[in-house]
């Protein structure tokens, strides 16, 4: 049998060494290549639901022990802080028989959580109330709480719901491009008032809208912002904090209004625009009726 000479085996060699790079650079590289992130950190989104199902819809109140932390700080106006203010608060909420909660979408940002959901039996309202709560943990505990409620309405004029559409979070590796597009459209329409910039950002009448009494696409939305914001005059609507995961992203907005609220906006992307917008517009109360001194925001 003939043998291959040196020229051809020379041929071979850098062609197996070839593959064996291209190998090592493809998708069939080793699996442990491409593990998850933080695959061992505990599931915040998980452990903020626990905390609210078990106060809320099991009616525990010593579920705030296994959650809260005892240096827990309150932002929300209508609650006194610390430990003691939360658990007043729960004592008020459980003297009702039909205390619930129905969470609908969570996104967590590093070591804060956002839940949007629905409670029934609020302190104040006469019905159930739409909510946005954002925790911060520290340790596996809640350390911080900001948030806000409006009442339940009717579908707006484009028949959506303060609630429902889409809900599960994809697209996380453009979590910060998205929170970037977000962060824009505020400061350039909604702060400095350039409605003529909105398709920069929006999709045009594909803009879906959940707020109450406002209908879907841009023209309703530039309607709504203009009835309370003045181009020339200072600003009204100031974002304060962005919480985002993928095509989620949460802008909190200090709205100088009359009376002043603290405005929830939550925006879906999709494709490199903002697709679709749920709110919250949380009213503050007077200075001298705050439970705590902490601020809204």
């Not at 129905?102 to 029934?120: A, F, N, P, Q, W």
């Not at 599960?168 to 910060?176: G, I, L, P, S």
């Not at 974002?239 to 993928?246: A, K, S």
């Amino acid at each position: 049998m003939q043998l291959p000479n040196r020229s051809l085996l020379q041929v071979w060699s850098r062609l197996a060494a070839l593959i064996a790079v291209m190998y090592l650079l493809s998708d069939f590289a080793p699996a442990q290549s491409k593990a998850p992130k933080d695959a061992d950190a505990p599931d915040l989104g998980a452990t903020a639901r626990q905390a609210m199902i078990e106060i809320f819809r099991k009616r525990d109140p010593v579920a705030i022990d296994r959650f809260f932390s005892n240096r827990f700080v309150q932002h929300d106006p209508n609650i006194a802080d610390g430990l003691p203010g939360l658990r007043a608060f729960v004592r008020e909420v459980l003297n009702s028989p039909t205390t619930n909660i129905t969470i609908y979408r969570t996104v967590v940002d590093g070591d804060i959580v956002m839940l949007h959901s629905k409670y029934e039996s609020w302190p104040g309202f006469s019905g159930p109330v739409i909510a946005f709560d954002l925790f911060r943990f520290k340790g596996g505990k809640i350390v911080e709480h900001w948030g806000g409620q409006t009442p339940e309405t009717a579908p707006n004029p484009s028949g959506h719901t303060q609630v429902d559409g889409p809900t599960a979070v994809v697209d996380r590796e453009r979590t910060e491009a998205n929170r970037s597009l977000v962060r824009s459209f505020k400061q350039v329409v909604t702060v400095e008032l350039h409605f003529d910039r909105v398709d920069e950002f929006i999709d045009g009448d594909h803009y879906i809208q959940h707020a109450s009494k406002v209908g879907d696409g841009t023209a309703r939305m530039k309607a709504r912002v203009s009835q309370v914001a003045k181009p020339g005059g200072s600003p009204v609507l100031i974002p304060r904090r962005y919480i985002g995961e993928g095509n989620f992203v949460l802008c909190l907005v200090e709205a100088r209004t009359e009376p002043p609220t603290a405005n929830y906006d939550l925006f879906r992307v999709e494709n490199g625009k903002i697709a679709e917008h749920w709110d919250v517009l949380s009213v503050i109360p007077p200075r001298n009726q705050w439970k705590n001194s902490n601020g809204p925001f």
